[in-house]
C-alpha cells in the first residue's frame, strides 16, 4: 500500500484522488487552506495549475526531496491559447525537475481531462495515463496505483518526452476550447 | 470533384489514395519513377518521408504554385527516436510553407497510422484526421475530400498547431515501436 499525498483539490485533484482510494491504496488531498500541513505520502501529485506550483514549492521544496513527485500540469499561456509557457525545447516537467534534484520527477496525467480519469473510458476507448520519467521504479510505482485503480498505465519514456506530453495537453485543450472534442473526451489510445 | 495528386506510393500514399477515390474525387498517385510527370490536382500531398520533401521540391517547387499542399511527414530522427529533426520551436509544415510561399500548405494525417485511414478506426473510435493550417479554404477543402471518404476531419487551427499535431506524431510512433499501441491503433478523439 502506497501513501499518495495530493495538492490541489480541483477537478483533477478529486478525480485522481478517487483513482487512488479504489486501488486500495491511501490518499490526502491538500487544499490551499492546508498550507501548514506537511505531505506525507510517498507520492505527491501537484495538481495546481502551473503557476501555482512556484508557490507549492516555496513552501514545500524541503518535503518533496527523496519523493515521487507527479507533474500533471499543462503550462499554457492561458490569456491566448495559442502557446506554451515553457521554452520549446523544455516542459513544465523539467522545470520542475531542475528545481527539485532530490525528488524523483515523473509526467503524468496531463493528457487526460478529468471527466476521464472519474468515468474511466474516453468515448469507448479506456482511459490511458501516459507516463513519462527518468526513474523506472517512480514510473512502476506511479503505473501501479493507476491501474489498481482501474485505468490503464502506459510508459511513454524518459522525462524528454514530457515535452510531447505537454504538446498533447495543449492540443487537446485548444481541440476542447473550439468544441472539436467533449470535456468527457479527448484522446484516447487504443 | 476535387482532383487530387499525391506523391509517394507508400502505405499512407495508398491509404489516402484509396479515400480520396471512395469520396468520389478523382486521384493520380505518383512513385519514385515518375519524376518527369507534373502534378495536376489542385490538391497536392506529398506522402514521401520526410527527407526525400528536399528532392520533390527540386522537381516540382514551380508545379506547386497556387495549389493547396499537404504535408503528412513526421520529421522523426530515426536512428534515435528520440528527436524531431526540425527545430523545437518550429515544425516541418513551417519549413515547407517557407520554401513554398505561392502554396497553400496545410498539416494533415501524420497522427494517423495508415492501417486507420484504411479501416476507418482506431480501436472503436473513428479515425480522426486533424488539419491544421492558414488558409480557411484550403483546410475546408480537403477536410471536404476526408469526409467524403468516410473519415472524420477535424480543424485542428493554425498552421501554427503543426507544431503540436508533429510531436502527437512523433509520441505516438515512439509508443508503437515500444508496443504500448498497435500500428492498427494509436490515438483517437473522442
Given at each position: 500500500m502506497t501513501h499518495v499525498s495530493i495538492i490541489g483539490s480541483g477537478n483533477m485533484g478529486q478525480a485522481i484522488s478517487a483513482i487512488v482510494a479504489k486501488g486500495g491504496n491511501t490518499v490526502e488531498l491538500f487544499n490551499s487552506?492546508?498550507?501548514d500541513k506537511a505531505v506525507t505520502g510517498e507520492v505527491v501529485i501537484l495538481?495546481?495549475?502551473?503557476?501555482?506550483y512556484e508557490q507549492v514549492l516555496a513552501d514545500r521544496a524541503d518535503q518533496l526531496a527523496g519523493k515521487v513527485v507527479v507533474d500533471i500540469s499543462n503550462p499554457l499561456n492561458f490569456e491566448t491559447f495559442?502557446?506554451?509557457?515553457?521554452p520549446a525545447d523544455g516542459s513544465a516537467a523539467a522545470e520542475l525537475a531542475a528545481k527539485l534534484p532530490d525528488s524523483k520527477v515523473v509526467k503524468a496525467f496531463?493528457?487526460?481531462?478529468a471527466a476521464t480519469v472519474a468515468s474511466g473510458n474516453v468515448g469507448e476507448l479506456p482511459t490511458t495515463v501516459l507516463i513519462a520519467g527518468d526513474d523506472a521504479d517512480a514510473k512502476a510505482l506511479l503505473a501501479g496505483i493507476v491501474s489498481a485503480g482501474g485505468l490503464r498505465a502506459v510508459?511513454?519514456?524518459?522525462?524528454?518526452?514530457a515535452r510531447e506530453l505537454e504538446a498533447v495537453g495543449f492540443l487537446q485543450l485548444t481541440l476542447a476550447v473550439g468544441e472539436k472534442t467533449p470535456w468527457t473526451g479527448g484522446f484516447g489510445l487504443a
Open positions: 487552506t492546508d498550507k495538481a495546481t495549475p502551473y503557476p501555482a495559442d502557446s506554451l509557457t515553457v496531463n493528457t487526460n481531462f510508459d511513454a519514456g524518459s522525462l524528454k518526452r
